[in-house]
């Protein structure tokens, strides 16, 4: 790994009103992998607390534009082991936990107080698609929208608080018309 100096770093964030062209994760594999052994020493700590929790492995996930939400893309028996994890139930509180590099990724834990469940839901957007998404939001709320690739189906989150998903950067960049 090369030690960037402080004015390389700056380099590596991307104009703000462009996308970030990333084929799959490419360059920023290492970042998925640690998000995911976050998601799992997390995961982990509410067990020990005697929570039932489900790790999802999202294959894509992607900024929904027109709806508001973040499109989330599973394997199928995580999709039927989440309608399941779900059901009877209700999403009280969540957590948003969040970095930034060349993208932003975050890890998002969504709770049901009352059962004691927690689902935990790994992502990533370039900061261009962050920006156009958060400017678009109608209202104070962001979807979740986790399908398989099937589309049969959704299971679709409302979550009252959008700002932890998007860093100060995005929430105070300007729309260029």
Do not use: C
């Amino acid at each position: 790994m090369n030690e960037d100096s402080p004015d390389d770093a700056a380099e590596d964030v991307p104009p703000m009103d462009e996308p970030t062209p990333v084929k799959g994760l490419g360059g920023v594999a290492d970042y998925w992998d640690d998000i995911v052994a976050d998601m799992e020493t997390t995961a982990e700590e509410y067990r020990e607390r005697d929570w039932e929790t489900l790790e999802l492995h999202p294959g894509q996930v992607w900024p929904q534009f027109d709806t508001g939400a973040f499109d989330v893309l599973l394997p199928d028996s995580e999709y039927e082991a989440l309608v399941e994890f779900v059901d009877g139930g209700d999403v009280d509180d969540y957590d948003v936990f969040r970095a930034e590099v060349s993208m932003v990724f975050f890890l998002l834990v969504m709770r049901d107080e009352e059962r004691r469940r927690a689902v935990f839901v790994p992502g990533y957007y370039d900061f261009g698609h962050g920006k156009k998404l958060y400017y678009g939001l109608d209202g104070d709320s962001l979807g979740v929208s986790v399908r398989r690739l099937r589309e049969d189906g959704r299971v679709e989150f409302s979550l009252d608080r959008p700002e932890p998903f998007f860093p100060e950067e995005v929430r105070e960049a300007k729309l260029e018309e």
